[in-house]
T-cell receptor, first 114, second 109 residues
Framework: IAGITQAPTSQILAAGRRMTLRCTQD?????MYWYRQDLGLGLRLIHY???????GKGEVPDGYSVSRANTDDFPLTLASAVPSQTSVYFC?????????????FGPGTRLTVL | GQNIDQPTEMTATEGAIVQINCTYQ??????LFWYQQHAGEAPTFLSY??LDGLEEKGRFSSFLSRSKGYSYLLLKELQMKDSASYLC??????????WGAGTKLIIKP
């Protein structure tokens, strides 16, 4: 069982380019999340999905979009990358969104926008 | 606004005990989580508290006081592999996790 996989592992991208970060989970979790992690800051929620077919905006959604066509996949798209989007991106999932539900994280994608 | 505070960095000696504190101010409270994150890796779940008191799990324990908006993670019999960042996170009224910036723990022989 792989858990959560993310691709690519790392990427260097020119500003203005479009980029999709992929996330797949095999735990049949209902909820999925995208975070970015920057030095000195806590993880910040970009977008989330409580169940397949629904998405919501987190704390820092501008410049990002997501889709949730099925339970397993939750891609994150940067329509036109900017240098401030240089970060480490983590995808996570949880069984549901209740108080006891633990989030499990993928290995991350390190993105550099030049 | 919502805020989670934890020390930026701590140093401890192998075999000793260390306590990492976390204070929080959030809109609502639906539980507090501790995660461990080794450099260059993903966060991994350590513990969860929703009621006041101490939860013990092997060498790691976590304490919560909801009235004080306070938690700590206690690590006993420190090992070199415990060198990592420890992240405190609170689930708010919308059931979303609000994260602290993490405490980098350095273990010295």
């Amino acid at each position: 069982i792989a858990g959560i996989t993310q691709a690519p592992t790392s990427q260097i991208l020119a500003a203005g380019r479009r980029m999709t970060l992929r996330c797949t989970q095999d735990m049949r979790h209902n909820a999925m999340y995208w975070y970015r992690q920057d030095l000195g800051l806590g993880l910040r929620l970009i977008h989330y999905s409580n169940t397949a077919g629904t998405t919501g905006k987190g704390e820092v959604p501008d410049g990002y979009s997501v889709s949730r066509a099925n339970t397993d996949d939750f891609p994150l798209t940067l329509a036109s990358a900017v240098p401030s989007q240089t970060s480490v991106y983590f995808c996570a999932s949880s069984d549901s969104v209740g108080s006891t539900d633990t989030q499990y994280f993928g290995p991350g994608t390190r993105l550099t926008v030049l | 606004g919502q805020n989670i505070d934890q020390p930026t960095e701590m140093t401890a000696t192998e075999g000793a005990i260390v306590q990492i504190n976390c204070t929080y101010q959030t809109s609502g409270f639906n539980g507090l989580f501790w995660y461990q994150q080794h450099a260059g890796e993903a966060p991994t779940f350590l513990s969860y508290n929703v009621l006041d008191g101490l939860e013990e799990k092997g060498r790691f324990s976590s304490f919560l006081s909801r009235s004080k908006g306070y938690s700590y993670l206690l690590l006993k019999e420190l090992q070199m592999k415990d060198s990592a960042s420890y992240l405190c996170a609170v689930k708010d009224s919308n059931y979303q996790l609000i994260w602290g910036a993490g405490t980098k723990l350095i273990i010295k022989p």
